[in-house]
């Protein structure tokens, strides 16, 4: 069963997506979305500045600076609150489901704290559909949750990393590296529990 986008609404929003100190939360744009766009567009800059496409980009904060920074960039979103209040005129998506996105339309792909909503039956099909969206030699970024705790109870997948490479394998998608730097850039935990990769899409 799949979640309904209602799930994600202004008390999820409000009550779980903060920061670890569970002072600033992720709903404003705090100075770290900048950071993260910066390093999204040295990464970017190396392949050649592709459009740019963020799934799952909340309010969408990174693409706004993105696009301020001189990039084609698009985001998608699939909780409610998120698009209601997008800065970045964000369109629905569901990884659970066909994406409204064209065969091979963006060169770099980001989809972090994603996937691990996405219940494990659909993982498949979310990983294909992210693979149709990027050109070939394209590049994806992601970070996953690979262990359950109290916090994360709105999660419904945790796998550890070999189940997720493989799972990425079998949908045309070529490991590459670790990826920390991009991981950070967002905030995020990089803890044993919080996996961030770069993939390319062969």
């Known amino acids: 069963m799949k979640n309904p986008s209602s799930f994600y609404d202004e008390k999820y929003i409000h009550g779980r997506m903060r920061w670890e100190d569970t002072t600033s939360r992720r709903w404003e744009d705090n100075g770290l979305f900048f950071e993260a766009a910066v390093t ?38 699939y909780g409610d609150a998120a698009l209601k209040d997008s800065v970045c005129g964000a369109k629905f ?20 704290g994603v ?31 690979n262990h359950y705790t109290p916090m994360q109870s709105h999660h419904r997948t945790f796998k550890p990393n070999e189940w997720w490479k493989d799972r990425f394998a079998k949908a045309r998608w070529l490991y590459a590296s670790e990826h920390d730097e991009f991981l950070k850039s967002r905030g995020c935990n990089t803890s044993p529990g919080i996996w961030a990769a770069v993939f390319e899409a062969v």
């Open 93 to 112: 998506c569901d990884l659970t489901a066909k994406l409204p996105i064209p065969d091979g339309a963006y060169g770099l792909g980001v989809c972090t």
């Open 115 to 145: 996937l691990s909503h996405v219940p494990e039956e659909s993982v498949p099909n979310a990983l294909s559909e992210l693979r149709r969206i990027v050109y070939s030699k394209g590049l994806l970024f992601i970070n996953v949750l």
């Open 40 to 77: 999204t567009s040295k990464l970017a800059d190396k392949i050649g500045r592709p459009a740019i496409v963020d799934i799952g980009c909340g309010r969408g904060f990174i693409i706004r600076h993105l696009r301020n920074l001189g990039h084609i960039a698009d985001g998608y979103e």
